[in-house]
């Protein structure tokens, strides 16, 4: 079926690739253990913390899976991706087929605002961390979240 870039696909929700090296590395896009999640799971746990990973939280309303969670202290862990989240240093708008990709970012930050909204109702406290934040600074900020526990969103 043709898309409005006049490129058709076998699919017609989806976009083809450009090429087959492009679809090797979208494919390769992990939905749990990026590397920044890896590195930061690894530091939390090697100061003594214990949490649970990928952990699936059934709220009224709502099925959130942060990347990290600390049950007992109700702290969610958030490791966004630049791209995928559109952050606002890192986040480009997409040239080719943004018939596709514009409305599935925008999805995605809509997503994050609404399980931010789950979790803050439900009495958690969440900790959003960009890929591109640096490690100390990524750890700070889910160790204060850890021992305080206070209600609201961190972005680092």
């Known amino acids: 079926m043709p898309q409005p870039n006049g490129e058709a696909t076998t699919d017609a929700r989806q976009p083809r690739?450009?090429?087959?090296?492009?679809?090797?590395?979208?494919q390769a896009n992990r939905r749990v253990d990026s590397k920044p999640e890896i590195k930061l799971r690894s530091a939390l746990h090697a100061r003594g913390l214990r949490f649970r990973k990928d952990h699936r939280l059934?709220?009224?309303?709502?099925?959130?899976?942060?990347?990290?969670?600390?049950?007992?202290?109700?702290?969610?862990?958030?490791v966004d991706g630049c791209f995928w989240h559109v952050c606002p240093v890192h986040g480009r708008q997409p040239t080719r087929n943004e018939w596709y990709w514009t409305p599935k970012l925008r999805?995605?930050?809509?997503?994050d605002e609404q399980a931010n909204a789950a979790l803050q109702d439900a009495g958690w406290s969440v900790v959003r961390v960009w890929e591109h934040a640096g490690l100390e600074e990524a750890i700070q900020a889910v160790l204060a979240a850890v021992e305080h526990a206070p209600d609201g969103t961190r972005r680092v």
Request: proline residues 8%.
């Open 17 to 26: 690739a450009l090429s087959p090296g492009r679809s090797r590395n979208m």
């Open 107 to 111: 999805r995605n930050v809509e997503r």
């Open 58 to 78: 059934d709220l009224p309303g709502a099925r959130v899976r942060p990347d990290i969670v600390f049950t007992r202290r109700k702290v969610a862990v958030f």
